[in-house]
């Protein structure tokens, strides 16, 4: 699948940034992200300002009826773009659909326990990183993984 041996996924192995990419609270767009499939790059631009969004809110102060209902979208939308994003796969016959698959599940999974944690703002937040990080290191290394398997169909 073209994975270097130190991109192997782990339960959760931290990526380095790539260079020029700021550390922050917040997903913010980096061309390393870009997969080169529009349609799949616009879903990931729209989860990290659905992201960013719920971050500011949390750190503003918003009522929990208002960090439920942000919350409840990003998942929405975050489920949206798994499905689209598995039916790509599916469509391109990727090699790694299965494996892939297994991975948004683990994600959904973790975020569906959002509801079992007390609802304090530090508990959000260490939720939200997480989502973040795993954001982060999901784009870099296995969509893209996708988009190389894409474009090495293309050629
Ligand atoms: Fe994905
Ligand atoms: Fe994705």
Redesign the pocket.
């Known amino acids: 699948m073209g994975h270097d041996a130190d991109m192997e996924p782990g339960p959760f192995t931290p990526l380095r940034r790539p260079p020029g990419m700021p550390p922050a609270a917040c997903l913010i767009w980096h061309p390393s992200y870009e997969t080169g499939i529009e349609r799949?790059d616009e879903q990931?631009r729209s989860l990290f300002a659905l992201h960013g969004d719920f971050v500011h809110a949390v750190e503003r102060g918003g009522s929990i009826h208002l960090l439920d209902s942000m919350a409840r979208d990003l998942i929405r939308y975050a489920d949206l773009?798994f499905h689209d994003?598995e039916e790509a796969m599916a469509r391109f016959g990727y090699t790694g659909l299965d494996r892939h698959r297994t991975l948004h599940t683990g994600l959904r999974a973790t975020v569906a326990r959002l509801d079992r944690l007390p609802q304090e703002r530090t508990s959000l937040l260490v939720v939200a990183e997480f989502v973040k990080l795993w954001m982060r290191e999901?784009?870099l290394v296995e969509?893209r993984d996708f988009a190389r398997f894409v474009r090495s169909g293309a050629t």
């Open positions: 799949i990931h773009h994003e999901h784009i969509d």
